[in-house]
């Protein structure tokens, strides 16, 4: 929440107001944040034949499309103010430093747990804001959900009950990013 009231400070006459941070977030740390969220805007990249990288050890992903989720090494979290209102999410980064896949928060998010994940990291630093390369192929509106099993951390992701604010924001998102959201 960086910058949320910034559009009433008159900025469509300047260029957007952008914030960035790099804070580390293995995969099983990522698994255990992203429910807190509630409802996200989860964009993945095309799948591959044979997967990139080492896969992470005690991790366990109910979809296909969370694949990506298991190379976070760091997180990209930027905040901007832009023509369409304010905008935060985050780039799920590769040990590259590669954008893997991109998280966005909504308007129904629970932006305290968002600011806690933030505040619970012993290594953020402070970034330019600009984006990482990344281009989506899928879109996903959705509540993460974790577990326990036998000592691994399963991740899974349900379609969620949202408000038409969530899908209105949804939209223009999908649209700025040049992927489609399927009917819901």
């Given at each position: 929440m960086f910058g949320r009231f910034a559009l009433?400070?008159?900025?469509?006459?300047?260029?957007?107001?952008?914030?960035?941070?790099?804070?580390?977030?293995?995969?099983?740390?990522l698994a255990r944040w992203l429910p807190q969220l509630g409802g996200v805007?989860?964009?993945?990249?095309r799948q591959r034949d044979k997967p990139e990288g080492q896969q992470a050890a005690g991790l366990l992903l109910e979809q296909a499309d969370l694949a990506p989720l298991q190379r976070s090494r760091r997180l990209h979290v930027v905040s901007a103010v832009t023509p369409d209102g304010p905008r935060e999410w985050a780039d799920v980064l590769d040990a590259r430093g590669?954008?893997?896949a991109r998280?966005?928060?909504?308007?129904?998010?629970d932006y305290c747990a968002w600011d806690a994940m933030l505040c619970s990291a012993a290594d953020?630093?402070?970034?330019?804001?600009?984006?990482?390369v990344f281009m989506a192929a899928t879109a996903r509106l959705g509540r993460f959900r974790h577990r326990r099993l036998a000592g691994?951390?399963?991740?899974?992701?349900e379609d969620c009950a949202s408000c038409r604010l969530d899908w209105r924001v949804a939209g223009?998102?999908?649209r700025h990013e040049a992927v489609a959201l399927p009917a819901g």
């Open positions: 009433l400070s008159g900025c469509g006459r300047r260029s957007p107001a952008a914030h960035g941070y790099v804070l580390a977030m293995p995969p099983r740390a805007l989860y964009l993945a990249p590669r954008a893997c998280i966005y928060l909504l308007p129904g998010t953020c630093v402070a970034v330019a804001a600009a984006r990482p691994l951390d399963v991740l899974g992701v223009e998102i999908v």
